[in-house]
């Protein structure tokens, strides 16, 4: 396999977790079903990195995020023709293939390996077999050449995760991801600080007087949830996909 380095202007893992809320699944496009838009849509328009409208129907199939917005997708494309030497990848070295989808743009797979997934964009039929992979130079560049790197040590046939430890949520992530969606669904219902305190927090502070309630820490907590959660679907997740 060879490793390719381009320029590009472009912004090019993946994000999962056991939330209670569809708000952020409602940004995926990973259902075959839904028909590809007639425009390519930009990472930034509308607040979402994925390639269908927001409001299309939430399946319960992971997430398919845009390259240029997610540096844990992996661009695969045939070599030149003159590296003779390139070995076709084995699907089974990858790891399991969770999702597979084509589009007007190639096929995409997501693999998973427990550790967390690698998507895969497939931009020709020889990907496989004379495979490269692209790597655009942007302010992710270096990521991007991070999974780059662990793709090859894998095929190689060293043990080691499909994502680089940049790109794996932590334990205490996900349960922070979990409580703001469940503070955002909260919210979005038209609960307050202490709907918040109450459901999310389970803190008994919420059902005090309002002298009382007001000093508490339960009521400071339950605002920065629902400040963060705003923020954290509104466009914060695009920030978990590289690393931040």
Known sequence: MSVRVLPSNSFAATLTTAATSPVL????????????PSERVSHVDGGCGVAHDPASPVGLEPTIWLPEASPGTLILQSAPPEFETVHPI???????????????????????DGSGELHVRLRDEQAMRHPAVLVPLDSMGELRADVALHLARRLAGQRTGLLPAALRLTSFQKRRLTQLLHAFDVHDLGGGPRDVAAKVLASDHAHRRSVEWKDSHARRKANRLIHDSIALVERGYLKLLRGL
């Open 90 to 112: 084995d699907r089974k070295s990858f790891g399991l293939a969770t999702v597979e989808q084509t589009d007007a743009d190639g096929r995409e797979l997501v693999v998973s």
């Open 25 to 36: 699944s409602a940004r995926s496009r990973a259902t075959a079903l839904i028909p590809k």
